[in-house]
């Protein structure tokens, strides 16, 4: 009898004696491979924000982040379906100054993690911006808004200091409408 290479699982000649033991212990490596297998690419909803009020002026909406654990996803992707008027900009722990983005929509840089993000007046105005941890919460804050084109991070948060995220209106003028929501999708 001889075994395979990766999983060395057995493989029987004509001539050898086949045990149900050899053929259940088989079965249970394979179905080991198979669990941790369908555990790796998992999207997993991790939280969702929906706002009851509309923010506007010098308002923020402030999302408690706390009990995600960064560290064990790849990825973690926050959907945002904003209803209202103008812009929000997205930034970490309260603080306009930790956050900077930059990229193809505008030339103008923004204290925002993800630039400017649009309200749709005549329906939401949906966004994602992928956080990219790498597993590694000890990791500043790094953002990539793939149809924006927009490039964001922190210098001074990492994943593991970062309590809560804020949206905010770029101008006073500018209002985040009651119903907005904001989902947080883990990848690993």
Not at 145 to 154: H, L, Q, Y
Not at 166 to 183: C, D, I, K, N, R
Request: hydrophobic residues 35%.
């Amino acid at each position: 009898m001889t075994k395979t290479t990766y999983y060395q699982l057995n493989q029987w000649d004509a001539t050898d004696r086949v045990l149900r033991t050899d053929f259940n212990g088989d079965n249970a490596k394979i179905d080991a491979a198979l669990h941790d297998l369908a555990g790796r690419g998992a999207v997993t909803q991790l939280k969702t924000f929906t706002t009851t009020a509309a923010v506007t002026g010098t308002a923020n909406f402030s999302m408690d982040v706390r009990d995600i654990d960064w560290g064990a996803w790849q990825s973690v992707y926050v959907d945002m379906t904003l209803k209202g008027s103008g812009y929000m900009l997205l930034y970490p722990n309260g603080n306009k100054d930790a956050a900077y983005s930059s990229g193809y929509v505008t030339s103008n840089s923004y204290d925002s993690l993800a630039g400017m993000i649009g309200c749709g007046a005549d329906g939401p105005g949906t966004m994602r911006a992928e956080f990219q941890v790498f597993c590694q919460g000890g990791k500043t804050l790094q953002v990539v808004c793939p149809f924006e084109k927009i490039v964001g991070r922190s210098t001074t948060v990492t994943y593991d200091g970062l309590q809560t995220l804020h949206l905010t209106p770029y101008h006073e003028s500018y209002t985040m409408a009651a119903g907005s929501v904001v989902s947080f999708w883990g990848v690993k």
